[in-house]
DNA sequence: TTGACATTACGAAATCCTTCGTAGTAACCT
DNA sequence: AGGTTACTACGAAGGATTTCGTAATGTCAA
């Protein structure tokens, strides 16, 4: 499979554990999650199989216990939700996805200063 | 119904067409969306009367043709989605956020400078 | 009034998502 | 070898989503 696809709900969950711990066996995909909240095991597991089937994450079988990895590095992944959501939801209008993401909480300083200093990054590069 | 709900892939794109046009019948609803792709009339209906039950859009029945209008500003729904994609995807980080959406897609210099001018009001209002 | 037409109500199929139980299989210990 | 444990595979239930067809009902013109 080269082809990825836009991960659900509960796939993103466990994309996340891999992004994180890096290659996993269902083992500790399992214990991760379940320390948060309670899922079977085999949920864990039929989750990863119909992941592999779709390409959104590889399985190495040299072991007994199979080890999963995130097909897609976490960046990817999240560039293309983010680009979905912004189409959909906000017609394309980054201020306004900004302005809304914004307005849900409270940003620190240090967060405001982050915002601006990726803008001039951003400003840089596209000349 | 005063419990507003996350609606679906499906029900965003309906109250898109309510948001823009104001309150509309099944017809103007349909009317709008299959001018862009192929749905059925009867979907449609189907859509706003399970949205109706659901809270999502109020109905105003006097008329033969009821008259269907969303229950949530578009202002209000679009911070909830914006506030639940951030949390789960990344963590609660709007700088990662906007990364992101930015990474995907050229932004003029005009919305640059409208990201920035959005800043410095948050910024303001802050304190 | 009756037929044509617009509209709503309802049921239901097809698909996807989420979750788990059971069965099978391999490995390991005594 | 036999029993226990750790895995994977598979099927399936239950719910949500999306889509539409058919029936019922109201409206209006001839």
Not at 6 to 32: D, F, M, N
Not at 44 to 57: D, E, F, H, N
Not at 77 to 92: C, E, P
């Amino acid at each position: 499979m080269t082809n990825p696809q836009k991960p659900t709900v509960s796939e993103l969950e466990i994309l996340h554990v891999l992004w994180e711990r890096g290659p996993s066996t269902v083992r500790e995909v399992h214990e991760t999650i379940s320390a948060k909240k309670p899922l079977g095991y085999t949920t864990v597991l039929k989750l990863l199989q119909i992941m592999t089937s779709k390409g959104l994450v590889k399985r190495d079988e040299q072991e007994r216990a199979h080890v999963y990895e995130a097909w897609q590095p976490a960046e990817k992944t999240k560039r293309q939700i983010a680009a979905d959501m912004l189409q959909r939801v906000f017609d394309g209008s980054a201020s306004e996805l900004m302005l809304h993401a914004l307005a849900e909480r409270r940003s620190s300083k240090q967060e405001i200063a982050e915002l601006r200093r990726l803008l001039d990054e951003y400003e840089r590069k596209q000349r």
